[in-house]
């Protein structure tokens, strides 16, 4: 069972920075926290990590199966190399190489349609 990450942040946001949970945008967000992605993407938005907590969050980070789909077919898209992936995404060549074996079948099926 997966938390629900739009009440966690509703709550966030009400104890800490009320005003922030008024503004459309914000809460268009909440309603649109489907993957990993974009959780960690609205996270970066309202709390601006510093380095330290960069740091510690990465080693931390899981990521479902729809947002490791997505890594991997965009590197295939765009011909990217693992190297430069696991630079952008700050995930190590190691971790996209496992997904690639794991998720082989279902990214093959992705890219013919």
């Given at each position: ?57 990465q080693q ?6 729809k947002t ?12 990217l190399s ?32």
């Open positions: 069972m997966r938390p629900n990450y739009n009440k966690i942040y509703q709550d966030l946001l009400k104890m800490q920075y009320p005003e922030k949970l008024e503004c459309p945008k914000v809460r268009e967000q909440l309603t649109k926290l489907d993957s990993t992605e974009e959780i960690l993407k609205l996270n970066e938005k309202l709390f601006k990590p510093t380095k330290e907590t960069a740091k510690t969050n931390l980070k899981t990521y479902d199966k490791m789909l997505k890594l991997l077919s965009y590197q295939k898209k765009h011909d693992t190297s430069f992936m696991s630079r952008k995404y700050k995930i190590s060549r190691t971790t996209f190489s496992k997904w690639k074996k794991i998720l082989e079948e279902e990214l093959s099926a992705t890219s013919k349609k």
